[in-house]
């Protein structure tokens, strides 16, 4: 595995990283303040119950599926990957499977790259070695942004490759159901959906649910991204009666998503206060298998008091 910053240091390699991801003090300062913010959320889990769940947990693969682009997969799979490695203790990899139009490296600042997915499928690499360390710990294998490396490459040796891997590995598929969305659904055990709040979002993942199911994998539930409260927008409930699937998050549109991407960063670790960061967090805390206990707003206590 290669550190990122190392390379950075070392000026040498041949791995670029855009000018933002090297940490110019106004993200930096930013970070300080992740830790307090991140830890008053954690408040009801303990070191102990992180330590307990770290031992018995086998390495899981995640896919983050959705019938259509563009709705949020690759920025959930970056926030996942730091947020469960930082703040959860589960050890993870993010890997692009997205070989045909792959955002993952370039939306940490990776652009060119000397051993990517496309190298291990084709038996040129080992797995292992295709990992890099981003700077602020976010680990990737990200898929080749050279047209001509997409030659004799086989998706579907995806499983076995993933399986050397001895970590939990979080897959950034492709959108639908073409032949990169269905291997990267084959190669994982458990789904993760994600949606925007409109009819043509939500009806997709109905079929991906179906084909999601007849390959045996566990359906983790679905995450609502975009969210603007508006009255046009589809409800979770009408989700959940559309999809029949669970919802278990609900990202709010967030500009400061956005100025991440443009810094290169994981939004958690970019601004810890943005209000996307809790949805986020809290999203991570459950697929960990944790509940976030909120504490009770005024008028949530002032209720109960007359019930
Ligand atoms: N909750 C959000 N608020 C604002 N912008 C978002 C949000 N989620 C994603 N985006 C932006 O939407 C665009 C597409 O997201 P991306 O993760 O690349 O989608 P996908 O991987 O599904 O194609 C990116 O510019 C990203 O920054
Ligand atoms: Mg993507």
Do not use: Q, W
């Given at each position: 595995m290669r550190l990122l910053k190392s390379f950075y240091k070392k000026n040498n390699s041949k791995v670029?990283?855009?000018?933002?991801?090297?940490?110019?003090?106004?993200?930096?300062?930013?970070?300080?303040?992740?830790k307090k913010k991140n830890q008053m959320l954690k408040q009801n889990i303990s070191d102990e119950k992180l330590d307990e769940k770290k031992?018995?947990?086998?390495?899981?693969?995640?896919?983050?599926?959705?019938?259509?682009?563009?709705?949020?997969?690759?920025?959930?799979?970056?926030?996942?990957?730091?947020?469960?490695?930082?703040?959860?203790?589960?050890?993870?990899?993010?890997?692009?499977?997205n070989m045909t139009t792959p955002h993952l490296g370039v939306n940490l600042g990776l652009y060119n790259v000397d051993i990517t997915l496309n190298h291990i499928l084709k038996d040129v690499s080992k797995a292992e070695e295709g990992i890099f360390e981003h700077n602020t710990g976010v680990k990737v294998i990200p898929s080749s942004l050279k047209l001509t490396d997409l030659s004799e490459v086989d998706m579907f040796k995806l499983p076995e490759?993933?399986?050397?891997?001895?970590?939990?590995?979080?897959?950034?598929?492709?959108p639908g159901l073409g032949r990169e969305g269905l291997a990267a659904i084959s190669a994982a055990d458990e789904i993760l959906f994600v949606t925007q709040p409109y009819t043509s979002?939500?009806?997709?993942?109905?079929?991906?649910?179906?084909?999601?199911?007849k390959l045996d994998k566990k359906i983790l539930g679905v995450v609502?991204?975009?969210?603007?409260?508006?009255?046009?927008?589809?409800?979770?409930?009408?989700?959940?009666?559309?999809?029949?699937?669970?919802?278990?998050?609900?990202?709010?549109?967030?500009?400061?998503?956005?100025?991440?991407?443009?810094?290169?960063?994981p939004l958690s670790f970019y601004n810890p206060k943005a209000k996307s960061n809790?949805?986020?967090?809290?999203?991570?805390?459950?697929?960990?298998?944790?509940?976030?206990?909120?504490?009770?707003?005024f008028f949530e206590n002032l209720l109960n008091s007359f019930r």
């Open positions: 670029e990283l855009g000018s933002e991801t090297t940490g110019k003090t106004g993200k930096i300062l930013k970070h300080n303040t992740n031992f018995n947990s086998e390495p899981r693969k995640i896919a983050i599926v959705s019938g259509k682009g563009g709705i949020g997969k690759t920025t959930l799979a970056i926030n996942l990957g730091y947020l469960l490695n930082k703040e959860f203790k589960m050890d993870n990899v993010v890997v692009d499977c490759k993933l399986d050397e891997l001895n970590m939990h590995v979080i897959l950034d598929s492709a979002a939500v009806v997709d993942l109905y079929r991906c649910r179906k084909i999601a199911e609502v991204n975009n969210r603007k409260n508006k009255n046009h927008e589809l409800t979770d409930n009408e989700i959940e009666k559309i999809t029949e699937i669970p919802v278990i998050g609900s990202i709010p549109y967030d500009m400061e998503i956005e100025r991440a991407l443009v810094k290169k960063l809790d949805a986020l967090y809290s999203l991570a805390s459950t697929i960990a298998g944790f509940e976030i206990k909120r504490k009770k707003t």
